[in-house]
């Protein structure tokens, strides 16, 4: 049974179950929903007024897009909405000029929608997509950028690579993967689904062509919603998923690359618009802010790392620059029976028998099986303590 801490009052998770997956949904706390419910209302008094652009929305819309474009390290006029990161990703995608025999790289430890996108996109434009072998456990951040290297040639037009990656729970070395980019004239995009509010971010400096990224994963935003940003030099390539009518009708005073991303039809934008509380809920609880929030949240995966380490015979050797607040491990064999069919439902065992939730993946290597918990500021110690006696049971542990 999940223990209470005062954290987790401002959440509406079920107090019972040891919730282990924001990485994936993320959760939203209560006094942000409230606030998007104040929208909600506002926006159902008067549909019109609040919806149309050119009356409350575009103004509503910057007002968001100052806040976060501060949080992020970037210009306002570079940071679209989408709906998420799979959305963004797919925008630049499907917008990028490939020309038959291009090639586009992205990793073993990418975000399987995304390198769906990624094919698709080449498909159609004649192009191909690399995959760059990046070893897990890993030792080194190097080896990111060794494993991508040895994939580029004179072909290669785009770097996709994960901020954090989605199974492996690994801090990627983006700057150092931009800096060898630009060194050879290719772009990179950045899927950030993580980033915000797990770490730090300045992306005037961090050497990048697109980032997109989550609100509603550690930033705590209601579902849906995201952002793009693009430098200045691809803003008139980039076009939105949907194409709507700012495609014809420019808006007075506004880019079209902003025009075009404000307004891809009746949306209901309350989501983007509670992101400020969501960001000012984050940033009260300590004196340093976001930034101690995170490092607070990091330094329990850290904890929780050893644990499982401990706890399951495990070696980890993540270097701590490679740790943010998803933490993976690789799950050990279990005694007496085939890993297979042990890991495959241990998922759901996990669930069903003990009441935690947390998710297993296949691993980058075959035959191989991952275990991803996300540490959140509602979770606690106690919870992966339960989560290893558990996992003992299921695996056979002695
Ligand atoms: C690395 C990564 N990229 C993209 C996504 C997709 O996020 P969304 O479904 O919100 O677009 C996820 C979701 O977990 C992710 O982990």
């Excluded at 959440?11 to 993320?26: E, K, Y």
């Excluded at 990418?110 to 996109?121: D, K, L, V």
């Excluded at 060194?183 to 005037?204: C, E, F, K, N, T």
Aim: hydrophobic share 40%; glycine share 8%.
């Amino acid at each position: 049974m999940a223990s209470g801490n005062d954290m987790k009052s401002h959440w509406q998770l079920d107090p019972q179950l040891d919730f282990l997956n924001h990485g994936s949904f993320g959760a939203v706390p209560t006094v942000v929903l409230q606030v998007q419910q104040a929208f909600r209302d506002q926006l159902e008094s008067d549909p019109i007024r609040f919806l149309a652009p050119e009356r409350e929305l575009e103004p509503k819309l910057d007002h968001v897009r100052g806040v976060l474009a501060d949080l992020v390290g970037a210009d306002d006029r570079d940071v679209a909405f989408v709906l998420n990161a799979t959305d963004g990703v797919n925008a630049v995608l499907r917008s990028f000029p490939f020309v038959d025999g291009d090639e586009i790289v992205v990793t073993n430890h990418g975000y399987n929608a995304c390198i769906n996108a990624a094919e698709f996109a080449a498909q159609r434009g004649g192009a191909t997509v690399r995959v760059a072998n990046v070893p897990f456990p890993i030792r080194d951040p190097g080896q990111v950028v060794d494993a991508i290297d040895h994939q580029l040639n004179d072909r290669t037009r785009l770097i996709m690579i994960d901020h954090i990656t989605s199974p492996t729970g690994l801090v990627f070395p983006v700057a150092a993967v931009a800096e060898l980019a630009k060194s050879r004239g290719i772009r990179v995009l950045v899927d950030g689904a993580h980033g915000p509010g797990m770490v730090p971010l300045d992306l005037r400096s961090l050497g990048v062509d697109y980032y997109t990224a989550n609100h509603h994963k550690w930033l705590c935003a209601p579902k849906v919603s995201g952002f793009l940003w693009v430098h200045p030099q691809w803003q008139r390539e980039v076009r939105p998923t949907i194409i709507s009518h700012a495609a014809n009708r420019p808006r007075p005073g506004r880019s079209q690359f902003l025009a075009e991303f404000d307004w891809k039809g009746t949306f209901d934008p309350t989501p983007i618009l509670a992101l400020p509380k969501a960001i000012e809920f984050l940033s009260s609880f300590y004196p340093g802010g976001l930034d101690q929030w995170m490092q607070v949240n990091r330094n329990l995966a850290i904890d929780a790392l050893g644990l499982l380490s401990s706890g399951l015979g495990i070696e980890v050797t993540t270097p701590p620059e490679m740790i943010g607040s998803l933490v993976t491990v690789p799950l050990p064999k279990p005694e007496n029976a085939n890993a297979g069919e042990v890991h495959e439902t241990l998922q759901s065992r996990l669930r069903q028998r003990y009441n935690i939730e947390c998710p297993v993946f296949p691993g980058v290597q075959p035959n191989t099986y991952l275990l991803r918990i996300a540490l959140q500021a509602y979770n606690d110690l106690d919870q992966v303590h339960r989560l290893v006696a558990a996992l003992r049971d299921e695996l056979g542990l002695s």
